[in-house]
Each structure stands twice: as C-alpha cells, then as structure tokens.
C-alpha cells in the first residue's frame, strides 16, 4: 500500500502529493503524526521536530523505539522507508485508539474507513 492511501485513511491534508522523498517530507510528516495521531511526547517537547530538525527527528524514531533498519535509513538518507515506517506506526496507533472505546458489536465509521483503506473486510 503506497503513502497516499495510509495518509488518506490518517487524514493527512496532503496525501495527495507527499511521496516522502526528503528530508522536510519527513519531518512534516513525523510532526503531524505526532500532533495529530501518535500522541508519544508531551506537547512542551515537539517544538524541534515540528521545526524540521533531523536530530530531533532520530530522536523521536528512538522515542518511538523504532527498529535499527528504520534508524539506519534515515542515517542513509532513505526518506521513504522512514515515512513509510512512521505512517504504519501511526495506523496502529490509530486502530489502538480505536480500539480503546469501540463498540465490538458495530464498528465505527473511522474503523470502517482505516479497514476499507487496507482491504480488510470489517464486520
């Protein structure tokens, strides 16, 4: 599944056109997942990633206990991998979210949404 149907089903304002192939892609990208779905730092403490610094950006990926692959691609400049990455970390914080108060009997229209969005057939 490609950028724009996970940033679709997140509610990214620029789906259409991210394809995560930079350096500021990312970092937008990671500060907006932050603000908006993945909740891990206190608000105080996103200032330098929503600034679009890359030392607050690795550290942030190490707050998010990402792989070593993950932190080695973006050492190597592989923007996309880390996007990608980030987009699939927030999906499960988003089904998590989800998850949390939902009605087992009668998913919600977002739940719907995320599972049309993967293919996944949704009771």
């Given at each position: 599944m490609g950028f724009e149907r996970r940033l679709l089903a997140l509610g990214f304002p620029e789906a259409h056109a991210f394809d995560g192939s930079n350096?500021?892609?990312?970092?937008?990208?990671?500060?907006?997942?932050?603000?908006?779905?993945?909740?891990?730092?206190?608000?105080?403490?996103?200032?330098?990633?929503?600034?679009?610094?890359?030392?607050?950006?690795?550290?942030?990926?190490?707050?998010?206990?990402?792989?070593?692959?993950?932190?080695?691609?973006?050492?190597?400049?592989?923007?996309p991998a880390v996007s990608a990455w980030l987009t699939l970390t927030a999906l499960q914080c988003a089904v998590d979210d989800l998850g949390e108060g939902a009605d087992l009997e009668r998913p919600q229209p977002s739940v719907e949404s995320l599972a049309a969005a993967h293919g996944v057939a949704s009771k």
């Open positions: 350096a500021k892609q990312a970092s937008s990208l990671a500060s907006w997942l932050e603000d908006r779905v993945i909740r891990q730092l206190p608000i105080e403490a996103r200032g330098p990633l929503r600034a679009g610094d890359l030392s607050a950006l690795r550290a942030y990926l190490g707050e998010l206990e990402a792989p070593e692959a993950v932190l080695a691609d973006l050492q190597g400049r592989r923007y």
